[in-house]
């Protein structure tokens, strides 16, 4: 990771806590609960020689009564480093990182430790769990340099580890993410493995020509796993997957090109070169289970990361989907234009947090807000939290939370409404 005082993404250096923030516009009350963000911040002296190797640091927020109550920040020091995500689920808080155990945290940002779920469970866990919005049952998976290279796991809606089972890879496969659908779930096994050879020195995974790139779904009730191979390709992040009416499963993601993927590797630390003008671009693959056909088409021409939808339609048909494209916030419409906000030249906007609105008896799927962190190039700018009305998003914020210092690009947020 590039540590110069000017990247967007340098680490800070130390905790603080700020109260009353400064708020221009208004923002909802419905809006009353937390944001927390994390990401990679080494300490001062820590070997991070790649961006996905920092150790955990997650920046919170607390909203209530139209008011930003305070803003922390607060290093994860737990075995894995869990720099990555949060989660919560049946009532617990979650710090993760694909390559270790949940660290669990409590809503002031104190670290309470590793969590097995009882002993039951014994991979890492990924960092992008699904939960479904019919059942709660969480699903999720671990992957690993060693056999078994893949499993599989279901966490019920109370909290209790109920189901795990190997699922067939060819090798050690970087599986970043995955998704889910009402009947199945939805596998990436694309060619990015691990090397033993870059242990040590970076983090240890590269692209293979001659991996292969394929897509599987799979019963959730159990049974084998339908194959479909596809172009070669990377996907760090899911949209969101469905079934159709014909019972074919559609999923939208970032796909990373081998040239995208190569420039992404090197930019974030990794040992790759690639063409800095390669990028990604929003995907979507139709698999049919019926005849084995798959068909792919770009949705879109403009490069964009972190997709994000309202929760409540995970695996199921959605019609928004919300992503990032440098300064800009982006709301898709499979029934109408795309809606874009663009904060303006060195600005960089983070991952956008659907939080769906509470008080309508039936709302729409885009009726809520999106919440964000910005951070601009320069180091003395400090970093701001939009609260973006999702419904309008080409609007600007309907408010924004100015807060006490640059936070630094980083991953993937959580709200945690006091509700919740």
Same mark, same amino acid.
């Given at each position: 990771?590039?540590?110069?005082?000017?990247?967007?993404?340098?680490?800070?250096?130390?905790?603080?806590?700020?109260?009353?923030?400064?708020?221009?516009?208004?923002?909802?009350?419905?809006?009353?609960?937390?944001?927390?963000?994390?990401?990679?911040?080494?300490?001062?002296?820590?070997?991070?020689?790649?961006?996905?190797?920092?150790?955990?640091?997650?920046?919170? %927020?607390?909203? /209530? !009564?139209?008011?930003?109550?305070?803003?922390?920040? $607060? *290093?994860? +020091?737990?075995? @894995?480093?869990?720099?990555?995500?949060?989660?919560?689920?049946?009532?617990?808080?979650?710090?993760?990182?694909?390559?270790?155990?949940?660290?669990?945290?409590?809503?002031?940002?104190?670290?309470?430790?590793?969590?097995?779920?009882?002993?039951?469970?014994?991979?890492?866990?990924?960092?992008?769990?699904?939960?479904?919005?019919?059942?709660?049952?969480?699903?999720?998976?671990?992957?690993?340099?060693?056999?078994?290279?893949?499993?599989?796991?279901?966490?019920?809606?109370?909290?209790?580890?109920?189901?795990?089972?190997?699922?067939?890879?060819?090798?050690?496969?970087?599986?970043?993410?995955?998704?889910?659908?009402?009947?199945?779930?939805?596998?990436?096994?694309?060619?990015? %493995?691990?090397? /033993? !050879?870059?242990?040590?020195?970076?983090?240890?995974? $590269? *692209?293979? +020509?001659?991996? @292969?790139?394929?897509?599987?779904?799979?019963?959730?009730?159990?049974?084998?796993?339908?194959?479909?191979?596809?172009?070669?390709?990377?996907?760090?992040?899911?949209?969101?997957?469905?079934?159709?009416?014909?019972?074919?499963?559609?999923?939208?993601?970032?796909?990373?090109?081998?040239?995208?993927?190569?420039?992404?590797?090197?930019?974030?630390?990794?040992?790759?070169?690639?063409?800095?003008?390669?990028?990604?671009?929003?995907?979507?693959?139709?698999?049919?289970?019926?005849?084995?056909?798959?068909?792919?088409?770009?949705?879109?021409?403009?490069?964009?990361?972190?997709?994000?939808?309202?929760?409540?339609?995970?695996?199921?048909?959605?019609?928004?989907?919300?992503?990032?494209?440098?300064?800009?916030?982006?709301?898709?419409?499979?029934?109408?234009?795309?809606?874009? +906000?663009?904060? @303006?030249?060195?600005?960089?906007?983070?991952?956008?947090?659907?939080?769906?609105?509470?008080?309508?008896?039936?709302?729409?799927?885009?009726?809520?807000?999106?919440?964000?962190?910005?951070?601009?190039?320069?180091?003395?700018?400090?970093?701001?939290?939009?609260?973006?009305?999702?419904?309008?998003?080409?609007?600007?914020?309907?408010?924004?939370?100015?807060?006490?210092?640059?936070?630094?690009?980083?991953?993937?947020?959580?709200?945690?409404?006091?509700?919740?």
């Amino acid at each position: 990771m590039d540590d110069d005082e000017h990247s967007y993404a340098a680490p800070v250096a130390d905790e603080i806590e700020a109260r009353d923030l400064v708020v221009d516009g208004a923002l909802p009350l419905e809006l009353t609960g937390r944001y927390f963000r994390n990401g990679p911040n080494p300490r001062p002296g820590d070997f991070a020689p790649h961006w996905f190797l920092g150790r955990g640091m997650i920046h919170g %927020v607390r909203l /209530r !009564d139209g008011r930003a109550e305070w803003y922390r920040n $607060r *290093w994860i +020091d737990a075995e @894995g480093r869990p720099n990555t995500s949060v989660l919560d689920h049946a009532g617990r808080l979650f710090a993760l990182v694909e390559n270790a155990l949940p660290v669990e945290i409590d809503r002031e940002l104190g670290v309470l430790g590793p969590c097995d779920f009882g002993g039951r469970l014994t991979t890492a866990m990924t960092a992008h769990p699904k939960e479904d919005p019919d059942t709660g049952d969480l699903h999720f998976f671990g992957y690993s340099a060693l056999p078994p290279f893949l499993t599989y796991h279901r966490l019920g809606a109370a909290g209790r580890l109920v189901e795990s089972r190997e699922i067939e890879v060819p090798g050690p496969t970087m599986m970043h993410d995955f998704a889910i659908t009402e009947h199945h779930v939805v596998w990436l096994d694309l060619p990015v %493995v691990f090397d /033993r !050879d870059l242990l040590g020195r970076t983090m240890p995974y $590269r *692209w293979s +020509d001659s991996y @292969g790139a394929r897509i599987g779904v799979m019963p959730k009730v159990g049974g084998q796993v339908q194959w479909f191979e596809v172009e070669p390709c990377y996907v760090f992040h899911v949209g969101n997957a469905s079934e159709d009416a014909a019972g074919r499963v559609v999923l939208d993601a970032v796909r990373y090109a081998r040239p995208a993927w190569m420039a992404t590797w090197a930019g974030i630390g990794g040992a790759a070169e690639g063409d800095a003008n390669a990028t990604t671009r929003l995907y979507r693959w139709t698999l049919d289970p019926a005849t084995g056909s798959v068909a792919e088409e770009e949705r879109d021409d403009r490069p964009v990361e972190f997709p994000t939808l309202n929760d409540a339609r995970t695996g199921r048909p959605n019609r928004y989907l919300y992503a990032v494209s440098g300064d800009a916030i982006v709301k898709y419409d499979d029934a109408g234009p795309t809606q874009t +906000d663009a904060l @303006g030249a060195g600005w960089h906007v983070g991952e956008a947090v659907f939080v769906p609105a509470l008080q309508a008896a039936d709302p729409a799927e885009d009726h809520g807000w999106l919440v964000s962190i910005a951070t601009h190039d320069r180091p003395g700018v400090a970093s701001r939290l939009l609260v973006h009305d999702a419904t309008d998003v080409g609007a600007g914020p309907v408010a924004t939370v100015h807060l006490p210092r640059r936070v630094p690009a980083g991953f993937h947020g959580r709200w945690i409404g006091d509700a919740r």
